[in-house]
Every structure is written in C-alpha cells, then in structure tokens.
C-alpha cells in the first residue's frame, strides 16, 4: 500500500510540474486565476482517472472545456474514457473534437483510427494512416497500419498496392511477402502469389526456410515437379535437411510402396537434432493404415520407426504415446501399456493418454488396475466424465456398487454434451440398482436409456432383468429378445430366456 501510495503521488507530480513547467520558466509572467483553475481541474479529473474514477473523471475534463474551449488534452483524455467505458459514439466525438484543435498531434489520429477501427469504419480507419503516412514517408509503422486498415475495408488491391510502396521505401521483408502471398492466393492469383516467394529467395537466396514457403505452395498448388526441384535445391543449400529429405522421399515413393518410403526414414528418425514433432508428423498417417490393413511388413517398418523414436527422444512423451498407438493398434495390449505408463510418467497432462489406458483395462478385465488409474485421474482431471466413468464400471465390477452408484451420479452430470456416454453412464447405473435391488431406481435409470437409444442392447438386456425381477416375466423375455434383435450376441443372454420361457 506505501509503494502504492508513492507511486500515485509521483505521478501526480510529475503531471502538476508538467502542466506548471511553462508558467515556471516564463516568470515573473504572472498566470491569470481563470488558467490556474483549470489546471486544478484538469489535475483533479487526471486523479480520478488514475484511481478508476472514469465518471467522476469525465465530468470534470468537461468542466475544463467549458472554461477552455480549446482545451485539446481534456478532449483527448475524455476519448479514452469512453472507449474503456465502451461508449464508442461519445469516444469519436470527443476525439474528433481533439483532432480538429490540434490537427497535427498522431496520438490523437492514432486513437480516431482505432476507434473506426472498432467500429468497423475501416476505410475511414485507412485514410487516416494514409495522412499519417504522407506526413511521416520514413515510418514503416504507418505504412503497415494504413494497409491493414485497407485490407480489412475489403479494398485488397489498394492494400497491395500500400505493400508494393512500403517495399520501395523499406525493401523486401518476410511479413509484408507473407502478407501479398495470402491476398493474391485469396484473389484467385496464384502467379503473383509464387512471385512473392520468389522475390524473397531472391533477396535472401540461402534462407532455407523461404525455400520451404515456396516448396510448400507447389506442393499445395499441384505442382509436384517444381516442389521437388526447390527441395533439391534446399538440399544444395543443406545436405543433412530433414524436412526436405522427408519431403523428396514421400515425392519419390511410387504406388503403394509405403515400405521403401518408412525404410528410407530410419536416416532421419536417428536424428537426434530433427525435431519430433517432424518425425511424428510422418508416422501418425500409418497408425490406422497399420490398424485397417492388418499388414504384417507395414506393421514391422512402422513399429521399428516408433522404437527409433522412443530410443532417440528418451524424454519426449510423445514418442512412447504414438509407439503405445502402434503396439495397441497392432495386438501388443501389454506392451502398449507399459508405454502409455512411460508416457504419463514423463507427461501426466493429457487425458486421451489416460483414457486409452482405461479402455485397455476395461478389455482386459483388470479391474484393480482400471480402478487405480481412474481414482488417479479424477484427481488430474476433476471435470472428465470418462474417468467417473470408467471408475463406477471398476467399482460395480468388484460389487461396490454404493460407491459405483454415487460415481455414475457425478459422471452423468458432467456427460450432458456427450449422448453417447450419457446412455452408456444410465445404463450401467441401472445394473448397479439392480445389484443392490433398487428395482424401482434400476427401472427409472433403463428407461431413461431407452429413452436416448430403444435398440441398445446393453440397457435392453438390463431392463429385461429388472422386470424380471419384479415379476413381470414375458415383459423381461420381450425387452432380452429385443436385445438379441439389436446384435446381443450373448449367452448368458440366451440361458435367462430358456429359463424364463
């Protein structure tokens, strides 16, 4: 609060002496009562603003302008007021008032501009940075505002031209090409649009990363012959490229030749200077490849390129996160585990981690385990639905069906924008009422299931059991041949309908 208080008080007079400076240094000049009054209030109203007090503040920047009619500062001040107080009509006159008494002042342009700007008067916006510009011609600021606000008046092409004067004046820049690039792509124009990124090799002709720009826009635009050629020349330029080895490999790989294409990737994968987030880039299109072919040689090439990344970034979570991807999508359940554990171990924060691990030890039957790595996660993730989830299924699996319950109840709120697991969360909270026979509760959960998906098989089956329960047998053997319609394959199923019938 001290350093608070002095700090106020050395604005404070900092501003008085700024605002007596010029009667100071003209003494003995004696300053007319009616100036010095309006210094007061304007130092009064600067105080409140410094303290928030942005109405009180207002009223009295207006009170210095009824005694000082030309008073350009309170005018200026009382335009920022209005814009913070989001009164945008009353920020433009003020400001406008403050322009028109002192035309020459940037500040108060600058502020006009943002103001049009905010109120989407764009073009208006532009006109002023035009002025501004003319009346400054080495700002490079004014020149790049002035086409921004042209840009976004929709006025495209004399924004480009505005772009085209500031590299006369200041040269060729990577932001202003970057810019042109975008608009003549926007515009339909893809020569202009290569032009641009030619113009810049050509004034920074060893910079890889602009061979890259232009590498990528072939490559975008169909041009696959010229991509390789500027690869080619990026690798001129740096042999040991990795991005552009990749780049050419993938260009060269021909049919369905994905063999040859991830053998010729071992080279760069043992890189440990390539960046992985490169590498993973590759890698991750054959996981579901893997996944739907089944294909035991693209299984080995993709895998021994997960094993390579794992070994060569030992303290990257993701490299063990897509090589328990692979393992899992490849049969390897066991092995995919123990690298969904190193991949927590290293980075605890992201739950489709965790969540894999859930659903793996929910096919395995590993109830123990589900449990242990679900109470861990709600903990992390406190608002996950899965992991509520998961638990309750953990806990009704080893008959804590209390406590599996009351951990359904804080899933099912949390599951509103998921219908899917909403339906899966009411189902199994009705079978663990029925484990505890709260038939009536185990009855009302089904039936809102039902409600969500009538050919669930799942809740068909459970709701089948809560009848029969109650009594109502031919209405459990409708609801378990419903079930079995709906793709039951059980035979459990089968045995309670034998038994009943």
């Known amino acids: 609060m001290i350093k608070t208080d002095i700090t106020y008080h050395f604005t404070l007079l900092l501003l008085i002496c ?89 500040w108060y342009k600058m502020l006009l501009a943002d103001l049009y700007h905010k109120n989407n008067k764009n073009s208006e916006a532009a006109s002023i940075y035009e002025q501004l510009s003319k009346a400054n011609p080495t700002s490079e600021f004014f020149y790049s505002k002035w086409a921004f606000h042209l840009i976004s008046a929709k006025e495209i092409d004399k924004g480009i031209k505005v772009y085209n004067d500031y590299e006369k004046k200041f040269g060729v820049t990577e932001e202003v090409v970057r810019k042109k690039h975008a608009l003549y792509l926007g515009q339909g124009n893809p020569k202009k649009a290569e032009a641009e990124l030619k113009k810049l090799i050509k004034r920074f002709p060893r910079a890889v990363e602009y061979h890259h720009l232009l590498a990528g826009f ?31 490999a993938g260009k060269n790989k021909s049919g369905n030749n994905d063999i040859t294409y991830l053998t010729s990737l071992i080279p760069v994968f043992e890189k440990q200077d390539v960046d992985i987030d490169l590498k993973i880039k590759e890698l991750f299109p054959y996981i579901n490849k893997v996944a739907e072919t089944k294909d035991d040689e693209l299984k080995v090439a993709t895998l021994n390129l997960a094993k390579i990344l794992s070994e060569v970034h030992p303290e990257e979570a993701k490299s063990f ?10 049969g390897n359940t066991d092995d995919a585990v123990s690298k969904y554990k190193k991949t927590i171990e290293l980075d605890k924060t992201v739950f489709t981690v965790w969540e894999q691990l859930m659903y793996i030890y929910h096919e395995k039957d590993d109830m123990e385990s ?3 790595i679900t109470n861990d996660a709600m903990d992390l993730f406190p608002n996950k639905a899965k992991a509520y989830y998961f638990n309750g299924i953990a806990n009704s699996a080893m008959n804590q069906h209390t406590d599996a319950i009351s951990i359904f109840k804080q899933s099912l709120m949390m599951s509103a924008k998921n219908p899917r697991l909403k339906l899966d969360i009411l189902t199994k909270m009705g079978q663990s009422y029925f484990q505890t026979k709260k038939y009536e509760k185990a009855q009302k959960s089904l039936e809102n299931a039902l409600d969500m998906n009538p050919k669930d098989p799942a809740a068909l089956e459970y709701y089948g059991d809560v009848l029969n329960a109650t009594g109502k047998t031919d209405e459990a053997i409708k609801q378990w041949k419903a079930s079995m319609k709906n793709g039951n394959k059980s035979k459990q199923l089968q045995e309670k309908i034998n038994k009943a019938s």
Do not use: W
């Open 18 to 106: 700024t605002l007596l400076s010029n009667n100071l240094n003209a003494q003995p000049k004696i300053v007319p009562e009616e100036d010095v009054n309006v210094q007061k209030i304007f130092i009064d109203a600067t105080k409140d603003k410094l303290l928030g007090k942005y109405e009180e503040a207002i009223v009295l920047y207006k009170e210095v302008l009824k005694l000082d009619k030309d008073n350009h500062a309170a005018a200026y001040e009382m335009a920022r007021l209005y814009e913070v107080l989001d009164k945008d009509e009353k920020a433009l006159t003020s400001i406008k008032m403050a322009c028109a008494l002192d035309s020459g002042n940037e």
């Open 218 to 248: 072939y490559t975008q635009t169909g041009q696959d012959d010229k991509a390789t050629e500027t690869y080619n020349t990026i690798l001129e330029l740096d042999p040991e490229n990795a991005k552009a080895k990749i780049a050419i």
């Open 321 to 330: 996160s897509i090589y328990g991807d692979l393992l899992y999508y490849t």
């Open 370 to 372: 589900l449990l242990n």
